[in-house]
């Protein structure tokens, strides 16, 4: 079965920590993907990455950063979390070719405060 | 201009009823279409995927294509009350590996 895990459902976090949101897929997937969801405004695309060590900006790039060392792993990075950034993430993955389905992880409802 | 584009609803229809969701997009040089159903807390998933102008039925559900008007729909025929969710539109703009969502269309089939 398709799998997509993300280390933490819920996550409480303080203003100006820095914080790690990891995605781990076991379908050799090219393509992942982080998202983030709030109210009213649909899924946002924060970065994706094409290959190991090689990323794109997506549509909110601005206080995110991310890593993917391995091929299976894609971290989401907040340098300094702020109240603004308190949301729903999802990760995603699908392979690199045009009509994959992306496969998404449960999600991690991130709180800052 | 927004990517994708979708009314967000929400969309009521009566159980039985024929549901319809619409979505445009910008970008000419999209090749791929997808809708995702997402129930409250719950994660997305794929309902089908369509990247050739027409039509493309499966089971209840049929996802219409027309790239001269930018233009993508999803019907639902005999809608059920566990159609209740939010649809979402996501492309692949000028064919590359980026995926973009619109906001979503909430429906509520009602009894």
């Known amino acids: 079965d398709v799998k997509v895990t993300q280390s933490s459902r819920y996550l409480v976090k303080r203003t100006g920590e820095k914080v790690f949101l990891e995605c781990v897929q076991d379908m050799d997937h090219e393509n992942m993907f982080w998202y983030r969801q709030d109210p009213g405004l649909g899924l946002r695309l924060i970065y994706f990455?094409?290959?190991?060590?090689?990323?794109e900006k997506g549509d909110i790039p601005e206080g995110y950063s991310v890593s993917r060392e391995k091929k299976e792993r894609f971290s989401l990075i907040l340098e300094s979390a702020s109240t603004n950034q308190t949301s729903m993430y999802l990760c995603?993955?699908?392979?690199?070719?045009?009509?994959?389905?992306?496969?998404f992880g449960q999600g991690t409802r991130l709180t800052v405060v | 201009q927004k990517e994708v584009e979708q009314n967000s609803g929400p969309l009521s229809v009566p159980e039985g009823a024929i549901a319809s969701l619409n979505c445009t997009y910008s970008?000419?040089?999209?090749?791929?279409f997808f809708w995702y159903r997402q129930y409250s807390g719950k994660s997305p998933e794929l309902i089908m995927f369509?990247?050739?102008?027409g039509d493309k039925e499966d089971g209840r559900f049929t996802a219409q294509l027309n790239k001269a008007s930018q233009y993508v729909s999803l019907l639902i025929r005999d809608s059920q009350p566990s159609d209740s969710a939010t649809y979402l539109c996501?492309?692949?703009?000028?064919?590359?590996?980026?995926?973009?969502f619109g906001t979503g269309t909430q429906l509520k089939v009602e009894l």
């Open positions: 369509i990247y050739s102008n």
């Open positions: 996501a492309v692949t703009p000028g064919g590359g590996n980026k995926l973009t």
């Open positions: 970008d000419r040089g999209s090749q791929s």
């Open positions: 990455s094409y290959d190991v060590k090689m990323k």
């Open positions: 995603a993955s699908r392979l690199g070719r045009n009509n994959a389905e992306a496969f």
